[in-house]
């Protein structure tokens, strides 16, 4: 036994120190661009001031960073996503596990008939036993990872649970920027209300002048009838933007898991603020702060990793196996020291012809390797795209603000012009009522320009990553417990996460 053991566990005690076949991860290397386009107008100054996590705070609106956390807290795309995070982690302590011997205790009672021409230390002549059978034995099992196959398994389950969390940040950020966008649309919607609000009230006014009017012989009835139809369709138009609202209000108590029934949000008062100013920094920034791209390298990773795997199963393959224990056919004798019995060695596997099966799974891994590498490649891509994107729209929405300002200002004193000349009796009613058309369209479309520009903002923001950090730990959300989930209570989702982040550090 002694000559059989001592070069296995030789082996087994040096085994970490062998070369792990497959390629070691490396991060691919990306063609980034020095500067975002048209940076004379663009901040390129590091994003450092954002709050980490809670990014929305640089609007100053505690409605909205009440709905927020109403949306951390209940929504349940994000709860679902924590649940395959809490998946991929459960993984990723099974490949642990495979690291360790295994030992199991099967008990069995059974009839037997042993064989006439068994091993034996001395001639049966036929003889054979047929009865009882008792059996307390304790079985070992070991694999030796001497190619570095349970390592590489280990890796791409722990790049696999890293990504998972990346997953559940990405979503986290996406639930985020939807809550804040449906909230600006909303508060834009209020805005335009109350301009239309207050055009019936002028159109009311108007519609009085008219009949006053009418009534002194001084005009006509056509007048009346068009001061009246413009009462009617300002008054149907509040009815139309109510529609809106309600739907975006409905839309919110989805995102915050809230019963929609019941979900009101109250109607702001005063005009929609000015977006706040966010530099957008440089492209490679995006590398460290934006969740998907995390998420895509890590599956990279793991796919590097699972290369390794596929590789070792050319290799032999070593396992120790250990048996030992009683075995009688009376009970009563089961633990003299006559029943015990036991048996110890190595097994060798080497792979002589599969059907070629090892080869074709080689090549899957290195298609599956390919095709995670030109997700990661697309999702650097898309990511420059959108805050290229973001940053136009905030750009070219500031300058259309200014010049719709100066339109609004224009129309609001031709409508006072033309209000003043009627009453005159110098000009038709015809042109107050287009006076006062123009001056409604360019404010609401002021408004609705005003609430472009928020979004977009949000827009850039979840851009930038939403001040998300790759090299900082990244806790996983609290999130309010459903009392109908089997939830994995004694897991320390936070510190596991962590320990990934710092296992995963990004290389500069």
Do not use: C
């Not at 386009?37 to 409605?63: E, I, M, N, Y």
């Not at 005159?424 to 408004?447: C, F, H, K, M, W």
């Amino acid at each position: 036994m002694n000559l059989v053991m001592r070069p296995l566990l030789l082996l087994a005690v040096t085994g970490s120190a062998l070369a792990q076949v497959g390629p070691n991860y490396e991060r691919p290397a990306t063609a980034t661009p020095p500067a975002f386009k048209g940076v004379t107008w663009r901040a390129a100054t590091p994003s450092a001031h954002l709050p980490k996590g809670t990014w929305w705070t640089v609007f100053q609106d505690s409605r909205l960073s009440a709905l927020m956390a109403a949306a951390t807290a209940n929504n349940q795309q994000l709860r679902a996503a924590v649940a395959r995070f809490d998946q991929a982690r459960a993984a990723a302590r099974m490949a642990r596990g495979d690291f360790f011997p295994t030992a199991s205790l099967p008990l069995s009672v059974e009839n037997q008939r042993t064989s006439e021409h068994m091993p034996s230390p001395f001639p049966l002549n036929g003889l054979h036993y047929v009865g009882p059978a008792l059996n307390a034995p304790i079985e070992f099992g070991w694999e030796l990872d001497l190619w570095g196959k349970i390592r590489r398994q280990n890796e791409g389950a722990r790049a696999d649970a890293a990504a998972a969390g990346d997953a559940v940040h990405n979503i986290l950020l996406g639930i985020q920027a939807e809550v804040a966008v449906n909230y600006f649309k909303l508060r834009t919607l209020d805005h335009e209300m109350r301009i239309v609000t207050e055009a019936v009230g002028w159109r009311q006014e108007a519609r009085n002048i008219a009949a006053a009017r009418v009534k002194a012989g001084a005009g006509s009835e056509l007048e009346l009838a068009q001061a009246e139809t413009e009462v009617a369709t300002a008054e149907a138009e509040i009815s139309a933007l109510q529609a809106q609202r309600d739907q975006l209000e409905n839309v919110l108590a989805i995102l915050t898991g809230a019963n929609a029934a019941s979900f009101r949000i109250s109607k702001a008062s005063g005009r929609l603020q000015s977006p706040p100013r966010i530099p957008s920094g440089v492209p490679s920034d995006l590398l460290e702060r934006r969740p998907d791209i995390s998420q895509a390298e890590r599956q990279l990773h793991a796919a590097t990793a699972r290369i390794g795997v596929a590789k070792a199963q050319f290799f032999p393959s070593v396992k120790l196996l250990g048996r030992g224990g009683f075995q009688s056919g009376d009970i009563d004798l089961l633990f003299e020291p006559g029943a015990l019995m036991w048996s110890v060695g190595p097994n060798i596997s080497v792979p002589l012809f599969s059907g070629n099966k090892n080869r074709w799974n080689l090549s899957k891994s290195k298609a599956v390797h390919d095709e995670v590498l030109a997700n990661y490649r697309q999702a650097f891509l898309s990511a420059i795209a959108d805050v290229e994107t973001s940053l136009s729209a905030i750009h070219n929405l500031g300058r259309q603000a200014e010049t719709q300002g100066r339109a609004r200002t224009s129309a609001e004193r031709a409508a006072q012009l033309a209000k003043t000349r009627y009453e005159a009796g110098t000009s038709p009613y015809l042109d107050v009522i287009e006076a006062n058309r123009t001056t409604l369209a360019t404010q609401r479309a002021t408004a609705q320009i005003a609430g472009q520009r928020l979004i977009a903002t949000v827009g850039l923001v979840k851009a930038l990553g939403g001040g998300w950090q790759a090299s900082q730990p990244a806790p996983m959300p609290e999130m309010v417990a459903d009392p109908a989930a089997r939830l994995n209570g004694e897991m320390d989702r936070p510190g596991f996460l962590t320990r990934f982040k710092g296992l995963f550090q990004k290389r500069n």
